[in-house]
Each structure stands twice: as C-alpha cells, then as structure tokens.
C-alpha cells in the first residue's frame, strides 16, 4: 500500500512552460484535492474532486486545471506558468464518511517557476 | 468564513520535557473536525491527533494529546517527553461538515528541540 504519491519531486519551468503534477493514491479514496503551500503560510485548497468525474475549485484555482478520469488519479496541470505559482505543492486523499475523513498527504512537488 | 490562527511562529523545549502549542479558531458551525499535521524538513505532511468536535474527551496518541475547548474554541496540543524526532512545523487545521471537504490551515509553529 503505497499511500498517496506524487510525481515529480522538483521541477524548475520557465515562465509560459506548461506541465502536469501527477498524483496516485491507491487507498481507493473518493476524495482528492491539491494543496499549494507558500513560506509563512498554511496550505491553500486549488481543486479538488469527490469522485471520478467531479471536481471543482477550491481557493486559489486561476492558473490550474485538473481532470478525474479514474479514482486513483487527479493530475494537476499548469497551462502557462507564471513565478506567482512557485510553491510546494501537495496532493491529499481522503474517504469521505463514516468517521473516516483525514486527509492523507503525498510527499509534495516543489515547483519553481523562472 | 472560518479561520485558523496560530499565534506561536515559533516555540523551543529542552528534551524530556513537555510544551504545548496554541491553536484558536473562528466558525459558527457545531460540528467539525480539528486536526494537528507535523510537517519535518523532508516536507511530508503527516498527520498527529485529530478531534471530532463532538466528542468531550480529549483526543491522545501517546506523547500527543490535545486540549479541545469548544466554547472558548481553541485546540491546543501538548507534546510529551519531547524527543529530537519531534522537531519540525506543526499545523492546525479545520475542517467543517458544510465546507468542500477544505482543510483550513494555519500558518504553523516551528517546534525546536533543545538537547
């Protein structure tokens, strides 16, 4: 049981570059979302979805899309990176009844964008 | 909206020893779920104590428990027989049955072990 995963660890891109955050949890959890965290301050909700097929923005959506073809998979994708978007970036996963709804982390991409 | 404040940046305590970090929050909701993440420089967000607010008993996971107070909203978590692992940022987090399943954070404290 590999938890939640992330793929890749770092990646530097330039300004207008795009590219895709991959994330993979195989807890068979309906909930998945992405986080961004920023020095000095907690993480921040991008997109999430509660099943595949359904997402929907969190608080800071402008700038990323995401897909839920599968429930194993959320990949989050950067159309045109801007600086503004360089962070740590953070999958979590999660069931969504029964008593059971902590948030598993994966072990976060960090992102610098020049 | 709800908010969680953290008002220690940072807190140290000798090995052994126990200290507590701070955790306020705002909502006008009954039921939610609080949570204390340990965030260490490998960046991994790991999950310490969690506590449904309906539930009067504090929750405990060995050294960690924590100090639920509903009305006066705070949640505090107390680390015992501080050990050299337990240095990294600490984060509280909220989480409201209305809400879109977000986790609302702090900004954290950075707990420092002094051997």
């Known amino acids: 049981n590999a938890g939640v995963t992330q793929t890749p660890k770092f990646q530097v891109l330039k300004t207008g570059q795009s590219m895709t955050l991959q994330c993979a949890q195989d807890?068979?959890?309906?909930?998945m979302s992405w986080y961004r965290q920023d020095p000095g301050m907690g993480l921040r909700l991008i997109h999430y979805s509660v099943g595949a097929g359904i997402t929907d923005q969190g608080e800071v959506p402008n700038g990323y899309n995401v897909s839920r073809s599968t429930t194993e998979d959320f990949p989050l994708r950067l159309l045109s990176a801007a600086p503004s978007q360089t962070s740590v970036y953070f999958c979590?996963?999660?069931?969504?009844?029964?008593?059971?709804?902590?948030?598993?982390f994966g072990p976060g991409t960090r992102l610098l964008v020049l | 909206a709800q908010t969680v404040t953290q008002s220690q940046p940072e807190m140290s305590v000798q090995e052994a020893e126990t200290v507590t970090l701070s955790c306020t929050y705002d909502?006008?909701?009954?039921?939610?779920?609080l949570f204390w993440y340990k965030q260490p420089p490998s960046r991994q967000m790991i999950l310490v104590i969690r506590?449904?607010?309906?539930k009067q008993q504090n929750a405990t996971e060995n050294r960690f428990s924590v100090n639920f107070q509903k009305a006066a909203k705070s949640f505090s978590l107390k680390i015992s027989d501080s050990q050299l692992g337990d240095a990294a940022m600490y984060f509280c987090a909220y989480r409201g049955m209305d809400s879109n399943y977000q986790l609302i954070w702090g900004a954290g404290t950075k707990l420092i072990i002094k051997p």
């Open positions: 979590a996963s999660s069931l969504l009844a029964g008593g059971r709804e902590t948030q598993y």
């Open positions: 807890m068979n959890h309906e909930y």
């Open positions: 909502t006008s909701e009954s039921d939610y779920y």
């Open positions: 506590q449904e607010a309906y």
